[in-house]
């Protein structure tokens, strides 16, 4: 992410973890490259793959959920499981033009645990999608 730009902002108080990124990279390339299985990896975390609306997704690492909505081009939705037993919550990452590069923003809400640990997790998930693009 030699261009890149990121931020990211952790709320603990309203459970909710939000970080951002301006890739360089335009909207389409990004849009393309996050519907594919490995996008969807990138954006969950290895094993997981892509699915539509109301199909499960599970990572190797034991997160797991359902993709919820669909945007093409703007957004994606799912609900998200740390393990077997954690509560649902709701992950969104949100596309955006910005010129020739593309705003992203991951938003976590209903979150438990270790905020700080979130916000690590989704500015990782940011940067695999930016390297991917990138190949």
Known sequence: MSDT????????LSDT?????LLT????????????NEGAAAF?????????????WRATDGTHGVWRTYHPMEQVR???????NAPRSMVELQ????????SV???HEHVSGDVE?????????????DALAGD
Do not use: C, F, Y
Request: charged share 25%.
């Open 78 to 84: 799912v609900s998200w499981h740390a393990d077997e």
């Open 17 to 21: 973890v939000e970080v951002s990124a």
């Open 44 to 56: 969950l975390g290895e094993g997981a793959t892509l699915g539509g609306k109301g199909e499960p």
């Open 105 to 107: 923003i991951v938003r």
């Open 5 to 12: 730009q990121q931020a990211g902002v952790v709320d603990a």
């Open 117 to 129: 640990e979130l916000g690590a997790r989704w500015r990782s998930a940011i940067a695999r999608i």
């Open 95 to 102: 596309l955006a033009p910005d010129g020739d590069k593309t």
């Open 25 to 36: 990279h335009d909207i389409n390339h990004v849009w393309h490259v996050l519907t594919t």
